[in-house]
C-alpha cells in the first residue's frame, strides 16, 4: 500500500489543511504539518498532551502549545526564502503515514540559480520527548548561507499567551528555554542541540522571539549541508524523563529506533482491504491518526476530540475517546486501552466535585475533560444568528450520559481482557460512583411506576433539556446493571438499590406501527421535515441549527446519530427489523452536522446486513482528515484540526461492521457484510494475550 500523501506544489491558501492532514505525533505532543520557516500567523504548533492553563483569569484554560522548536529561517546572500513571502519555484510535501515523516523539497530562484532547501521530521515513537528535524540545504552557485535555527517563543495560541516567564539561555553547545505557565506555574523545558556537517561561523541570538544558533556557511556549489536539529521538550508534571543524550545521538539513529516502534504497531495494526485501495489508505491513514496520539508516555492519559492538532476544544476530552476510539485500542494495545481508562478513574474527583455542583451525588464526569477532570465546557458557546449574542447551551450541565460512556468503555474492557485488575485500582469505585449519579438524577412520577431521566441533552446536540432520551437511558440502565453486578456479593445495600434503578428505568420500547424508537419524549410530535427543507430556512449559512432557538430545534432534524448509536451498542437486544427501521428513520433526518455520526449509522447498517448503505458512510468518516472538508471556524472559534473520533469509527465500521468481528463464549466471531468493492480483508487482533490473524472473504472466515 502506498502510505504516502503528497503534494506537488505550494499553496499558501491550504496551509490550515496541511496543518492538520499531515501531524505528526507520538502522544506526547503533536507537530502541525507545517514549514519550518512558518511563523504564529500561519498557524504551526506543538500541542502538549495533558498541560493545560489559563493565559488569564477570565480566558478559556487549553492545552499548551509549546514553543516553536522546529524553527529555521534561511537567507542567502542576505535575502530570506521562505514560504508564504517568497514564493517557490518548485515545491513539494509529503507525509509517510507509514512512519509518522514529514518531508519537504522547496527550490527558489535567485537572480544566481537556484536555492534548494530538503527536510524531514519526525516526533520520535522511541523517546517521547524528541523532535527530530533533518534540514539540508543547497545551492547550484557559490553563496553566504545563513540558517537561524532554534526555539520560536512567539507562538500560536487560541486563548492567549501561556507563559509567565520564558528562560532562554545557552551552554555546551545547547539552546534551553524553560517557559513557566501563567496559571499553574508548570515548567515546559526544552532542550535543542544542532549539529551541522561544515565548518562555519556560529553566534546565538537570544531576543524576545527565541533563542536561535546561527549558522553563516560559505556554500560552495552543489554541496549539501545538513543540520541536525534535535530537541528534548519535558515538562514538570512528566512522571519519566528522557534519558537520550543529544550529543551522543544523531538523526540517522534516532530514525531507525523511531521506525521499528511503527513497525511494532503497524505489525499489529495494518488492514489490508483487497479489491478496494482507496478505502485501504483512508483507514490506515486512521489507524496512523490515532497511533500519532495515543498516550504511550503515561499510564493514565487520554485522547482530545481534535487530537494534538490544535487548542480547538481547549484540548479537551469528550465522550469520543470511550465511545469511538476506544476499540481501535482495545483490540491492538490492550495497555492504551488501560490508560484511556486510568485516566477517567484518576479525574474521578473532578467528576464527583461536579455532580455536587449540580445537586447530584456520585460521579458527573466532566463533558470538555481537562487534567483533574475540570469540565472546560463553556455555558455561552454559539452565536445567535439574528442578534449576534451569545447563547447558552446546556452541553456541560446537561449531557450526563458522558458517565456512562466511560463505564461502557471499562465494562468492556473488563469482558475483553480479562483484566479484573482494574476494578479493585479504581475501576469498580467509579462503577459506583457513576450509578449514584445517575440514581440521584433520576425522576419518578407520583402517579407512575417508572424512572425516568429528564432535562437530558443525547448524542443529538440539536435538542436540548429532552426527557426520557432513549441512548441515555439505555446507557444508564447499564450501569445500573454492571454496579448491581459488582457490588450484589458484597454491598448488598447499594446492589438492591442499583437493582431497583436497572429494573424501574425506563426504556423507550419500538413503537407497534414501525418499529421506530422515540429518540426522546415527544420527539415524533415534532415537525417531520427534511434536513433540504431545514438548510433553506437558514438565516446565515452555517448557523448553529440547535440550542433554544435553533431551526432544528422544533423539529425531527437531528444533528448526529443518537437511536442509532444505542442500538448499535446494544444491537443483540434488538431484531433486525427494528435495527432496520430505525436506520430508515433516522438516516435521512439526521444533518450529520457531527464528524461522530456517519460512522454510526455506517456500523448500524453492517449490524442489519446493508453493507451497500453502510459503505458511502464508512467512507465519510475514513476520509474526515484527508479530503477536510468540515469547516474550520465557526464564526471567531477556530473548530478545524483533526477528527480521531471519526478515524476511531471507521475502524469500528471495518473490523466490528464489514468483517463483523466479536466475542462469544469467549471465541472470536465473524459474521461478514462486506461491501461490494471488498474482495478480502486481512487484520490482526490481540485476544487472550494472544495475536490472531484473520481473514475474511466473500465465501470464508480464518481465524489463527
Ligand atoms: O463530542 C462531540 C459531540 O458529540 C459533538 N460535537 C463535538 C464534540 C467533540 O468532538
Redesign the pocket.
Known amino acids: 500500500m502506498d502510505f504516502k500523501i503528497k503534494f506537488n506544489q505550494y499553496n499558501k491558501d491550504d496551509s490550515m489543511m496541511y496543518g492538520n492532514m499531515l501531524l505528526t505525533g507520538n502522544g506526547y505532543f503533536g507537530i502541525r504539518g507545517t514549514f519550518e520557516e512558518y511563523t504564529k500567523e500561519m498557524y504551526g504548533a506543538i500541542n502538549m498532551s495533558g498541560i493545560y492553563d489559563r493565559s488569564e483569569p477570565d480566558a478559556w484554560r487549553e492545552s499548551v502549545n509549546a514553543p516553536n522548536c522546529i524553527y529555521v529561517k534561511l537567507e542567502a546572500d542576505k535575502e530570506t526564502y521562505s514560504l508564504p513571502d517568497t514564493l517557490p519555484s518548485n515545491h513539494y510535501h509529503e507525509l509517510d503515514f507509514k512512519y509518522g515523516i514529514f518531508t519537504r523539497k522547496t527550490v527558489w530562484k535567485t537572480n544566481k540559480g537556484t536555492i534548494t532547501l530538503e527536510s524531514e521530521r519526525f516526533a520520535s515513537m522511541h523517546d517521547k520527548h524528541l523532535v527530530c528535524v533533518k534540514y539540508t540545504v543547497f545551492s547550484d552557485y557559490d553563496c553566504k548561507i545563513k540558517l537561524t535555527s532554534g526555539i520560536n517563543t512567539d507562538i500560536w495560541n487560541i486563548n492567549g499567551n501561556h507563559f509567565a516567564k520564558v528562560e532562554k539561555t545557552s551552554d555546551n553547545g545547547y539552546i534551553n528555554c524553560i517557559c513557566t505557565t501563567i496559571e499553574k506555574n508548570i515548567e515546559l523545558s526544552l532542550q535543542e542541540y544542532d549539529a551541522i556537517n561544515t565548518n562555519c561561523k556560529k553566534s546565538i541570538i537570544n531576543d524576545e522571539n527565541g533563542i536561535f544558533n546561527v549558522f553563516e556557511i560559505n556554500a560552495k556549489k552543489d554541496e549539501k549541508y545538513v543540520l541536525e536539529k534535535i530537541t528534548k521538550i519535558s515538562s514538570s508534571v512528566d512522571k519519566k524523563a528522557s534519558v537520550t543524550d543529544l550529543k551522543k545521538t544523531n538523526y540517522e539513529n534516532l530514525k531507525k529506533l523511531h521506525i521499528s516502534e511503527w513497525d511494532k504497531i503497524w505489525d499489529i495494526s495494518f488492514v489490508e482491504i483487497k479489491g478496494d485501495k482507496e478505502a485501504e489508505k483512508a483507514l490506515n491513514f486512521c489507524i496512523y491518526e490515532l497511533n500519532a496520539i495515543a498516550p504511550r508516555h503515561t499510564d493514565a492519559g487520554s485522547i482530545p476530540?481534535?487530537g494534538l492538532s490544535a487548542q480547538v476544544?481547549k484540548g479537551a476530552i469528550?465522550?469520543?475517546t470511550e465511545m469511538f476510539m476506544f476499540d481501535y485500542f482495545l483490540h491492538t494495545d490492550v495497555s492504551v486501552a488501560r490508560t484511556l481508562i486510568n485516566y477517567r478513574i484518576k479525574t474521578m474527583g473532578g467528576a464527583m466535585i461536579k455532580a455536587k455542583e449540580y445537586g447530584y451525588e456520585g460521579a458527573f464526569y466532566a463533558w470538555e475533560s481537562q487534567e483533574d477532570g475540570i469540565d472546560a465546557c463553556s455555558e455561552f458557546n454559539i452565536i445567535d444568528p439574528v442578534s449576534g449574542r451569545p447563547l447558552k447551551t446546556h452541553f456541560r450541565d446537561k449531557q450526563i450520559h458522558i458517565s456512562a460512556d466511560i463505564i461502557y468503555a471499562l465494562k468492556r474492557y473488563v469482558e475483553y481482557t480479562k483484566d479484573y485488575s482494574i476494578l479493585d485500582e479504581g475501576g469498580k469505585e467509579m462503577v459506583i460512583q457513576c450509578a449514584l449519579f445517575y440514581r440521584s438524577a433520576i425522576v419518578k412520577r407520583l402517579n407512575s411506576n417508572f424512572y425516568e431521566l429528564h432535562n437530558c441533552i443525547g448524542?443529538d446536540?440539536y435538542h436540548e433539556c429532552i426527557n426520557n432520551n432513549a441512548y441515555t437511558n439505555k446507557m444508564a440502565k447499564m450501569v445500573f446493571d454492571y454496579a448491581y453486578e459488582l457490588t450484589k456479593n458484597d454491598d448488598t445495600e447499594h446492589a438492591l438499590m442499583f437493582k431497583d434503578c436497572a429494573d424501574k428505568l425506563y426504556i423507550p420500547s419500538p413503537r407497534k406501527e414501525d418499529d421506530v424508537i422515540e429518540q426522546f419524549d415527544g420527539y415524533f410530535k415534532m415537525e417531520n421535515c427534511s434536513v433540504e427543507d431545514l438548510k433553506k430556512r437558514e438565516y446565515t449559512k452555517g448557523e448553529y441549527w440547535g440550542g433554544a432557538y435553533g431551526i432544528a430545534t422544533q423539529t425531527q432534524i437531528l444533528?448526529?446519530a443518537d437511536v442509532a448509536t444505542m442500538l448499535c451498542m446494544f444491537k443483540d437486544e434488538y431484531s433486525n427489523k427494528i435495527l432496520k427501521a430505525n436506520f430508515d428513520y433516522y438516516e435521512k433526518r439526521t444533518q450529520h452536522g457531527?464528524?461522530?455520526s456517519a460512522c454510526m449509522y455506517s456500523l448500524l447498517g453492517c449490524y442489519l446486513g446493508n453493507a451497500e448503505s453502510a459503505y458511502p458512510l464508512f467512507m465519510t468518516s475514513a476520509l474526515a482528515d484527508l479530503k477536510e472538508e468540515r469547516s474550520q471556524w465557526s464564526g471567531k472559534v477556530f473548530i478545524g484540526g483533526t477528527?480521531p473520533?471519526s478515524a476511531g469509527g471507521a475502524w469500528m465500521c471495518a473490523i466490528l461492521g464489514f468483517a463483523g468481528l466479536g466475542i462469544k463464549d469467549g471465541k472470536i466471531t465473524l459474521n461478514p457484510c462486506l461491501p461490494e468493492s471488498f474482495e478480502e480483508m486481512n487484520f490482526k487482533i490481540v485476544y487472550n494475550g494472544k495475536k490472531h490473524n484473520i481473514k475474511v472473504t466473500r465465501t470464508k472466515c480464518f481465524v489463527d
Open positions: 476530540a481534535r476544544y469528550f465522550w469520543d448524542p446536540e444533528k448526529q457531527s464528524s461522530l477528527h473520533a
